[in-house]
C-alpha cells in the first residue's frame, strides 16, 4: 500500500508559476513510475505527465509540455510538478499517482494508488 498526499495547489493569476509536491508513505518509492493527472469539473480525468523511476525520462501531454516539468527526489520520497505560465485552462483538481510495474503511460488504469488531489486555479 502506497499513501500519497498532495500539496501546492491555490489561487494564481494567468502567467504566473505553482509548484506541487506529492509525497509517498514507502521507502520503495523510488521502484515506482509516477505520473500527474488532472480533472476539471465537467471533464473526465487526464495525463499531464510521467517520470521514470530514476527521473531520468520523461513524457508530458501537449496541452503542458514547454511549461511544466515534473521531477522527483527518490530520498524524500517525493515528486514535484513545477507549472509556469499558467493558463485558466490549466485550472482543475491535480493528482499523483504511483505505478507499481513500469512508467510512462498515460492510461488512468494503469496506476495502482493515487492521491486525494489539489486544487488549482487559475483566474484571467
Known amino acids: 500500500q502506497v499513501q500519497l498526499v498532495e500539496s501546492g495547489g491555490g489561487l494564481v493569476q494567468a502567467g504566473d508559476s505553482l509548484r506541487l509536491s506529492c509525497a509517498a508513505s514507502?521507502?520503495?518509492?523510488?521502484?515506482?513510475?509516477i505520473g500527474w493527472f488532472r480533472q476539471a469539473p465537467g471533464k473526465e480525468r487526464e495525463f499531464v505527465a510521467a517520470?521514470?523511476?530514476?527521473?531520468?525520462?520523461?513524457d508530458y501531454a501537449d496541452s503542458v509540455k514547454g511549461r511544466f516539468t515534473i521531477s522527483r527526489d527518490n530520498a524524500k520520497n517525493t515528486v514535484y510538478l513545477q507549472m509556469n505560465s499558467l493558463k485558466p485552462a490549466d485550472t482543475a483538481v491535480y493528482y499523483c499517482?504511483?505505478?507499481?510495474?513500469?512508467?510512462?503511460?498515460?492510461?488512468?488504469?494503469?496506476?495502482?494508488?493515487w492521491g486525494q488531489g489539489t486544487q488549482v486555479t487559475v483566474s484571467s
Open positions: 499517482a504511483v505505478m507499481v510495474a513500469g512508467w510512462g503511460t498515460r492510461q488512468t488504469h494503469e496506476y495502482d494508488y
Open positions: 514507502r521507502r520503495t518509492f523510488s521502484n515506482y513510475g
Open positions: 517520470c521514470s523511476l530514476s527521473g531520468a525520462h520523461t
